[in-house]
């Protein structure tokens, strides 16, 4: 039977050491006990609004030391970022590959969630997962052309092919430059803003509330690989797996107290997997929500991260700053 935690010999995939795994882990960890680093912002090659030139400068006047671009299933930003980072010089903040993925976690046999596993790759390699993030960036315009469907029997037309073109120009309230070459994404946020602008919604969240999210009548499921999967092939290819956002599942929120902790269990079991590590600072978590997630991390035995989820002018989160400190309860 396959392992998904890496053993003492080279992880199944391109040779990868538990050594070099540790050593990733390691630099993150270094990363946000210094502070002033953001390991979750998205650009225009998925559902931000920024393009990565922008983003680079954005983060090089903020006085951040590290950042991470984890665009939801693609790499497309990361030679636009590269050459930014380049045209910045010997000053420009360490940078560290990434990107987000969307698997399935069953919470109980034949119930499973949506949850977000984000893939680190400080040591690089990244470019080694295109080929599956391609596979994954075909199973959402299969979603997407189902939801184009479903939409349009509702009496609201939208076509693939227009979904797609809204994600070949910038968004209309920044309109800060061109998107970058590639496999861009598009999805869910996209069709609530052509929604919005077509009169069928009040806004983003109208549209998802009423017609995009969940049970919702505009709503359509994507496959997607399981959680156990992806943290063991992100490891494979040299890549740390760390939990998104948790708070978004509803693992949060449990009084004071580890040993029962629906948290606390989950991340054991995610540990058990080969997960590296948990965001417990995040751009829209609460101060208790974030030592609680802290807490649970650490009773895990897992790395801690922070990013803000950064999405530009779609999400409220801002990017965090060289003021911004983690070292609290590190």
């Known amino acids: 039977m396959k392992k998904d935690r890496p053993s003492a010999h080279a992880v199944p995939g391109t040779g990868v050491s538990p050594e070099q795994l540790h050593e990733a882990e390691q630099r993150i ?18 559902d931000g609004t920024t393009p990565p030139d922008v983003l680079v ?62 893939g680190y790759f400080p040591l690089g390699g990244i470019e080694a997962v295109e080929d599956w993030l391609r596979v994954m960036r075909g199973h959402r315009r299969e979603r997407n052309r189902q939801m184009c469907n479903l939409l349009t029997k509702l009496g609201m037309p939208i076509t693939l092919e227009e ?12 309109d800060l430059g061109d998107r ?28 998802f509330n009423r017609y995009l999210g969940p049970g919702r009548p505009g709503y359509a499921p994507r496959e997607r690989p399981g959680l156990q999967a992806a943290i063991g092939f992100l490891a494979s290819h040299g890549g740390l797996s760390v939990l998104a956002h948790p708070h978004v599942y509803r693992w949060t929120g449990e009084a004071a107290g580890l040993e029962g902790h629906l948290l606390v269990d989950v991340l054991r079991k995610l540990h058990g997997w080969g997960l590296s590590g948990v965001e417990a600072f995040h751009g829209e978590a609460t101060p208790e929500v974030r030592a609680e ?24 989160a801002a990017m965090y700053t060289a003021e911004t400190d983690f070292s609290a309860g590190l």
């Not at 960890?29 to 998925?46: F, I, K, Q, Y």
């Not at 590290?66 to 930003?77: G, K, P």
């Not at 045209?87 to 109980?108: C, H, K, M, W």
């Open 293 to 316: 997630v802290l807490a649970a991390g650490l009773a895990a035995g897992l790395l801690i991260t922070a990013g803000s989820d950064f999405h530009g002018g779609n999400k409220h």
């Open 57 to 118: 400068r954005m983060v090089a006047a903020a006085g951040l030391r590290a950042f991470s671009v984890t665009d939801h299933d693609t790499i497309a930003a990361l030679p636009a970022v590269r050459a930014a980072l380049a045209a910045i010089g010997e000053n420009a903040p360490q940078f560290v590959p990434g990107v987000e993925l969307s698997v399935d976690y069953e919470v109980r046999p034949g119930r499973s969630i949506e949850v977000h596993l984000l």
């Open 163 to 174: 979904l797609e073109a809204e994600g070949e120009v910038p968004d209309a309230e920044e």
């Open 180 to 207: 970058p070459d590639g496999d861009i994404v598009v999805g869910r946020v996209q069709a609530a803003n052509i929604l919005v602008r077509k009169g069928f919604a009040q806004d983003r969240r109208d549209a």
């Open 29 to 46: 960890r270094r990363m946000v006990a210094e502070g002033a680093c953001d390991l979750h912002l998205h650009t225009n090659a998925s």
